[in-house]
């Protein structure tokens, strides 16, 4: 076996994939809520609906996307794998007193790690599953006045079974047409049980990444008391609470205001 292999096939090896993969996804949060802000225009869903379409049908946002569902998967499948090789090797618990400088979300990244990946499946099943494949998301339209910049939105029915999205201009109107994903979105957070799972599982996201970011950087060795106090900083504030907060504002907006 080659000394790649044997590195990156060792603990050490599974710890540095959780790290990269961990950061790489961290990333992508912060991209990933950016663009659901726009969710938070009152459009019609315009801004939100034509950025679902440049995300799903840009090839270098594509093969990005791709690359993170990839990242999911190996990030869960050797964070499974380090948890169960653990705990053969210590079929004992250790002393309560041994864990005491432990964090919570330290010792149960296994299980927060779980219900993240939970919500990830049905998260993508209801949203990226249905606008790409399952035919349950609508299309609207929507009609600009380019004299005086108002916007009216009505449901449009595509002529051909290929239509994903047109951008015309009609007697001084630009008419855009695209899939109407933030109709399935706001129908999703009508419903209480979901939008209860939703604050649910980003909570549990802001005890995964306020561990998950800062072990990170120590597994890579990025380890400094100048550098360190930031790397506390931001894993705390933004991504253990600006990030999680601004996921769940969402489905709590829509549900009291829709």
């Known amino acids: ?72 998967l190996v990030h869960a499948i050797y964070a499974l794998v380090l948890t169960i090789k653990n705990r053969k090797a210590r079929p004992v618990r250790y002393a309560e007193v041994s864990s005491a400088n432990a964090s919570w979300s330290s010792k149960n990244m296994g299980l927060l790690g779980s219900i993240l990946f939970l919500f990830i499946v049905i998260h993508m099943s209801d949203f990226w599953y249905n606008y790409k494949y399952s035919g349950k998301v609508g299309f609207i339209e929507y009609k600009t006045n380019l004299a005086t910049d108002e916007t009216t939105a009505v449901p449009y029915i595509p002529t051909s ?34 939008v209860i799972f939703y604050v649910i ?14 072990s990170a950087f120590r597994t890579l060795g990025w380890v400094h008391r100048k ?18 907060l601004g996921f769940a504002a969402m489905p709590v907006y829509y549900y009291f205001t829709r």
């Open 1 to 72: 076996m080659s000394e790649f292999k044997q590195t990156f096939n060792s603990s050490l090896g599974k710890k540095l994939i959780m790290a990269l993969t961990g950061l790489f996804l961290c990333t992508f949060l912060i991209v990933h809520l950016g663009g659901n802000l726009l969710l938070f225009k009152n459009d019609n869903g315009f801004g939100f609906n034509v950025y679902a379409n440049f995300l799903t049908h840009f090839p270098p946002i594509e093969v990005i996307a791709y690359l993170l569902y990839l990242s999911i």
């Open 161 to 194: 079974p290929t239509f994903e999205k047109s951008v015309t201009t009609e007697n001084n109107f630009e008419v855009v047409r695209v899939k109407d994903l933030h109709a399935r979105v706001a129908s999703s957070f009508s419903n209480l049980i979901y």
């Open 201 to 214: 599982a980003m909570g549990t996201l802001s005890f995964h990444l306020k561990h998950g970011f800062q």
């Open 227 to 244: 550098y360190t106090p930031i790397v506390s900083f931001i894993g705390t504030w933004l991504f253990a609470v600006i990030i999680p």
